[in-house]
């Protein structure tokens, strides 16, 4: 594999933005790409402050180059939601700064080339919920200049702005939806419609003038989970230039708990098939660390999760997957599902890179 180290800035952006022509590269020039050549982006995942300089520094050697997390508890509402957010901010704020070494706050999307070329990884900060607004559109401006360049319409259930995926009713994008849609547009804070329900990702990408993100979720084509997204909202996203990351929660593809990880690919190339290989990318939604399922890990769990805790859901990853190096797992099981490199490094990062370039600038 190529030493990501000796990666320089030009090469790197060469590689980020030569896949965005649609044209392969001649034979003739042709390399053998890794992930550790390659723009690696997961368009939302975990990094956690109880993260060891050494995962981080596994993490990085894997290829990964940038990721989006979450700041916050989105399960708050009203005046909670907005200081649990402010927290989330202040905390990995001064967990970015006593790492320099190792993270760039991302809030252009050059500082992911920029990472890249320090060998350091970029985190961009999503909240997973509206409710760190209110009902006051200037929270959005507040919020966006202490950073957060991304932010989910809706979590599970009915906030202001929508219905989330597990309302019983499924409504659309509210009045005070769509004047959200507008704002985040006008500032660029990137739409996340990620756990929203069918009727409300449709509005929000319609009202959208800019191109959306759904950065974690499966196929409903293939699995009627709730949290996954119909091929109808998925050619809509698409078709506004928009980018779906495909997670790695396996109760969302399969109730098998061994040898599940083909079920994955299915899921990216269903994907693909339907959006299209330049709206495609990887959205892990999940912890990077290597996870043990042990008494003191599953105390940890219920604490964090409440009533979302299924004891019958778990483990929730694929083992293949389970650990710091699951991009270079990714990469390889593509390629063996019949991607080429170019495509490859569209779904891997250029797609994302080119959306966070487009809508954050």
């Not at 985190?123 to 929270?139: E, I, K, M, P, W």
């Not at 507008?182 to 990702?201: C, F, P, W, Y």
């Not at 909202?233 to 495909?246: C, E, F, R, S, T």
């Not at 043990?292 to 604490?303: C, D, Q, V």
Request: proline letters at 3%; charged letters at 25%.
């Amino acid at each position: 594999m190529i030493n990501r180290r000796t990666f320089t800035l030009g090469a790197a952006a060469g590689t980020a933005l030569a896949g965005l022509g649609l044209s392969p590269r001649p034979a003739f020039a042709a390399k053998k790409l890794s992930p550790q050549s390659a723009l690696v982006i997961d368009a939302m995942g975990e990094i956690r402050s109880v993260y060891s300089k050494a995962l981080i520094r596994e993490i990085l050697d894997s290829g990964m180059n940038s990721i989006a997390i979450t700041l916050c508890d989105p399960k708050t509402f009203e005046q909670d939601a907005y200081q649990t957010a402010i927290q989330g901010i202040l905390e990995y704020n001064a967990y970015l700064e006593a790492h320099p070494d190792l993270f760039i706050k991302g809030e252009r999307a050059a500082d992911i080339l920029m990472a890249q070329k320090q060998d350091k990884l970029s985190v961009f900060y999503l909240a997973q919920n509206s409710t760190q607004f209110g009902r006051d559109l200037d929270n959005v401006d507040v919020f966006y200049d202490l950073g957060m360049r991304s932010s989910q319409v809706t979590y599970n259930y009915q906030n202001w702005a929508g219905a989330g995926c597990k309302e019983k009713h499924g409504s659309g994008l509210t009045v005070f939806g769509h004047q959200l849609v507008e704002k985040m547009n006008d500032v660029r804070m990137l739409i996340d419609l990620s756990h929203a329900g069918m009727q409300t990702m449709a509005d929000s990408i319609k009202a959208s003038k800019e191109p959306v993100v759904i950065s974690h979720t499966c196929c409903k084509a293939l699995n009627d989970n709730e949290r996954n997204t119909t091929d109808e909202n998925l050619k809509a996203m698409a078709q506004k230039g928009g980018v779906v990351g495909i997670c790695q929660m396996r109760p969302f593809m399969t109730d098998k708990k061994k040898d599940a990880l083909p079920v994955y690919f299915d899921h990216i190339l269903h994907a693909i098939k339907v959006a299209g290989i330049d709206h495609v990318a990887i959205g892990s939604d999940r912890d990077h660390r290597r996870v043990n399922m042990t008494p003191e890990y599953i105390a940890e769990l219920r604490a964090e999760e409440g009533a979302n805790f299924n004891d019958a859901h778990w483990p929730l990853y694929f083992e293949e997957l389970n650990g710091p190096r699951r991009m270079e797992v990714i990469w390889d099981g593509l390629h063996k599902r019949g991607l080429t490199e170019d495509q490859l490094e569209k779904v891997m990062g250029q797609n994302l890179y080119r959306l966070y370039e487009t809508v954050i600038g």
